[in-house]
T-cell receptor, first 112, second 116 residues
Framework: NAGVTQTPKFRILKIGQSMTLQCTQDMNHNYMYWYRQDPGMGLKLIYYSVGAGITDKGEVPNGYNVSRSTTEDFPLRLELAAPSQTSVYFC???????????FGPGTRLLVL | AQTVTQSQPEMSVQEAETVTLSCTYDTSESNYYLFWYKQPPSRQMILVIRQEAYKQQNATENRFSVNFQKAAKSFSLKISDSQLGDTAMYFCAFISSGAGSYQLTFGKGTKLSVIP
């Protein structure tokens, strides 16, 4: 049982480049989330999904896009990378919103 | 909007001693859920303990227990018999139980160092 997996683990982007952060869960969870964690801060919600085909914005959605075509996958897209997007990104999933969220190992992104 | 405050950015404790991490939150909701998550140097976020607000009894999980004071909106984490593996960032988090509530709100975290 792999849980929540994320790829890549680390990436360096140049300003203006695009990339997709991948997230997959094998627990058949309906709810999935993308967070970013800046140094010395807690996690801030970027986007979330309540099921395949349904997504919504979180607290800090600007500069990002998501899609959810299957229950398992929830990719996060950065279209025009900016230095302010340098952060660690976590994907998480849960069966019900008030239950435990299971987190992936994180993707460290550096935009230069 | 709900807020979660962790007033201790950093703490340290001697191995085998007990330490308490503080968390306060602000909400107008009557029913909700509170969590403590641990993030060791590996960065993996791991659930430590979960508390349902309508339950009077404080949650416990082995060496970890909480002191939940609903009226004071306080949710502190006590770690007994501290071990080196407890060295980590600890995050307090809140979610309402209301319909349409999807967002987990995190505090900024407390960095705990266990000293041999």
């Amino acid at each position: 049982n792999a849980g929540v997996t994320q790829t890549p683990k680390f990436r360096i982007l140049k300003i203006g480049q695009s990339m997709t952060l991948q997230c997959t869960q094998d627990m058949n969870h309906n709810y999935m989330y993308w967070y970013r964690q800046d140094p010395g801060m807690g996690l801030k919600l970027i986007y979330y999904s309540v099921g395949a085909g349904i997504t919504d914005k979180g607290e800090v959605p600007n500069g990002y896009n998501v899609s959810r075509s299957t229950t398992e996958d929830f990719p996060l897209r950065l279209e025009l990378a900016a230095p302010s997007q340098t952060s660690v990104y976590f994907c998480a999933s849960t069966r019900q919103t008030q239950e435990t969220q299971y987190f992936g190992p994180g993707t460290r992104l550096l935009v230069l | 909007a709900q807020t979660v405050t962790q007033s201790q950015p950093e703490m340290s404790v001697q191995e085998a001693e007990t330490v308490t991490l503080s968390c306060t939150y602000d909400t107008s909701e009557s029913n909700y859920y509170l969590f403590w998550y641990k993030q060791p140097p590996s960065r993996q976020m791991i659930l430590v303990i979960r508390q349902e607000a309508y339950k009077q009894q404080n949650a416990t999980e082995n060496r970890f227990s909480v002191n939940f004071q609903k009226a004071a909106k306080s949710f502190s984490l006590k770690i007994s018999d501290s071990q080196l593996g407890d060295t980590a960032m600890y995050f307090c988090a809140f979610i309402s139980s209301g319909a349409g509530s999807y967002q987990l709100t995190f505090g900024k975290g407390t960095k705990l160092s266990v000293i041999p």
